[in-house]
């Protein structure tokens, strides 16, 4: 039997005004954990709140003003809430806390981390936690717009590398900018310059920096551990890619330079980069693109690239990742999932799943110790016994 890979593990957490709970406390030992309970009991609120651990928008890419506790009937806002996380990390045990506390009732106050009792920046928790997740909207990643998949593709390689966040951001402020002015038909010829190779520049970093990401992935992918895990193969293809195709950076830093010039004096506000780029995914060794695949298929390949994913957290950070599995019986059928189970043993630390069946879970025991609590209306109790 798999014991729990100790390194990275939730030893307690406590929900302060959080979602659907007011406050709860879960104390947890040796094992990975189950939570289960009726639609609506608060699973996925639970998840939620561990997955804020990482700084961003959680595992449900959620506004900040839906995770403070609302009250039924209440019409009253309250801003404040805050999760107290014990974590093991190797062989130290570390006190993190997140949420907001605004300081009077009108400011609104941005979330915060505190490690060990002082306040941490969201990048150097980042470089502490490692955390990899699967959701049942998750499947929108395969077959919804090139914009959720350069999306979620650029979240997992942030939590690597928080510069290429930093990058996007940027890129972000600057195109704006650009567009602002070339909508007011301002012709600052220096200016446009500086900002039009600024821009070259950044958008071919974040260019590399994905594909060096989805490289790794792709390797993993090809050669799947599991018969249960179809072969995925995936590569990014765009108009920057192709003048990256077998040239240095810098060449494909130029082409983009004289392309937006160009375009700004034809008075074409089109642009090329990272927003641009179309990330083809095949089922097979590039046998069938993802969007002719079946709904089973889809959810396949969503699996074998959170399990890539958890690997490859696994040899580039310090501990293998937390998993949180959302509902992950709805993507698989029981030997698939039972499968994807035992491949995440070896690639993570401490696994949270959720279900609305206790039973579907039994099954796993013969791969490692679990530990069940059911949740009713949010309200959380341990389960001794199934
Ligand atoms: N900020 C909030 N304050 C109070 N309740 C909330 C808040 N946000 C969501 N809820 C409620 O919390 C409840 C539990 O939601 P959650 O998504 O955790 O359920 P679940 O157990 O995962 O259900 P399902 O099995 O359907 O996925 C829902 O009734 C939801 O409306
Ligand atoms: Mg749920």
Known sequence: MTKL????????IKLLNFRSYKEVELSLCNKHVVLCGPNGSGKTNFLEAISLLMPGKGLRSSKKEHFPYIEDHDQSIHNDWAIHY?????????????????????TKSSRRYKFDGNFLKSKDISQLISMNWITPTMHNIINGSESLRRNFFDRMISALNPSHKNRLNKLEKLSRERTKLLEKNIKDESWFSIVEQEISQLSIAIIVERQNFTAKLDEFMA???SSFFPKVRIIWSGMVEEWL???????????????????RL????????PSNSVLKIWFGDFGKPSELCSTGQQKSILVSIVLAYSKLLKNKKEFSPILLLDEATAHLDEEQFQAFFDESLINSSQIWMTGTDKYIFKKLEKSANLQYFVINDSNVTQLVDL
Request: proline letters at 3%; one cysteine or more.
């Open 5 to 12: 890979n100790q390194q990275h593990s939730l030893l307690k």
């Open 245 to 263: 195709n077998g040239k240095p950076a810098i060449y494909a830093e130029e082409k983009m330079g004289a392309y937006l010039e160009k375009e």
């Open 86 to 106: 014990t974590l093991k990390r190797g062989e130290n045990v570390h006190e993190i806390s997140t949420g907001v506390q605004s300081l009077t009732t009108n």
């Open 266 to 273: 034809d008075r074409s506000f089109s642009i090329c980069g």
């Open 223 to 225: 050669s799947p551990n």
